[in-house]
């Protein structure tokens, strides 16, 4: 059986562009979107992210770019994290902006933190802008993985710092059918009762499933450009973060 590319799974149907059905997706689930993250993980999530900006530190980034930044999760971590750095983050869901900033704004982080909407793959940045480049659970959301890591090349100056947190599946083979039950029946079941929105959490197993997790998203990393291209397994199998280097 082939399987089927990340690109390839939308979250509504398979006729309109990937982007314009994930932009609609998270403007409708986006006053959910951060109950159903603690919830989904446990609150593990806030560990992952933490584990991240720990790592990134060790570069001491002064002008960090969150790609897909949601309602802000991240960005605010490394704001409190890295008082030397400015953060910006851009996603394609104005809902989701218009939630991070105020999280932002309650925070009183607005003087190193800026939210706008932007499309991952046509970033409104120029070449050798950042010094590090970080996205949490959202390549598997672009319309061209590949593409999108070429637009992060691009903006991030020499030897910056790419992160990313991404989802992925347990290799493990006990692991693996409590997970496949959680992820396709407990968390669609749950996310149609609190988002409102039938498909939402039926894409998110989906793509977990398609995008590509370890050595496979190392060398799709390397193929865009980056070197040192590295992955750190967490909680069973179930995360990994990647880091690259722009050379």
């Not at 159903?36 to 992210?49: P, S, V, Y």
């Not at 999280?103 to 009183?108: D, G, Q, R």
């Not at 996205?135 to 030897?159: C, K, P």
Request: hydrophobic residues 45%; contains cysteine; proline residues 4%.
């Amino acid at each position: 059986m082939v399987k089927q590319r990340v690109e390839e799974i939308k979250p509504y149907d398979s006729n309109r562009q990937k982007s314009e059905q994930v932009e609609q997706m998270f403007d409708s689930i986006a006053p959910a979107y951060d109950f159903m993250n603690r919830a989904m993980t446990m609150g593990i999530d806030k560990l992952w992210r933490a584990k991240a900006v720990r790592m990134l530190c060790r570069r001491a980034p002064r002008r960090i770019l969150d790609i897909a930044t949601g309602t802000g999760d991240l960005a605010i971590v490394m704001a409190h994290r890295m008082p030397q750095a400015t953060v910006t983050g851009v996603d394609l869901s104005a809902g989701m902006i218009a939630i991070g900033q105020q999280k932002i704004e309650k925070a009183a982080l607005a003087d190193r933190v800026t939210l706008q909407v932007a499309d991952c793959l046509a970033l409104p940045f120029a070449d050798d802008t950042f010094d590090g480049v970080t996205a949490a659970y959202g390549v598997r959301n672009f319309a061209d993985l590949e593409a999108g890591y070429r637009e992060m090349h691009r903006v991030m100056r020499r030897g910056a710092t790419l992160c990313i947190i991404e989802l992925s599946t347990p290799a493990n083979r006990l692991v693996k059918p409590l997970y496949r039950l959680y992820t396709r029946h407990i968390i669609p079941a749950v996310g149609r009762l609190v988002s409102k929105d039938s498909r939402a959490y039926t894409y998110l197993p989906e793509s977990i499933a398609a995008v590509p997790q370890r050595d496979e998203m190392c060398a799709l990393m390397r193929r865009a450009g980056f070197t040192d291209c590295r992955w750190r397994s967490l909680t069973l199998g179930v995360c990994c973060i990647y880091t690259a280097l722009k050379p």
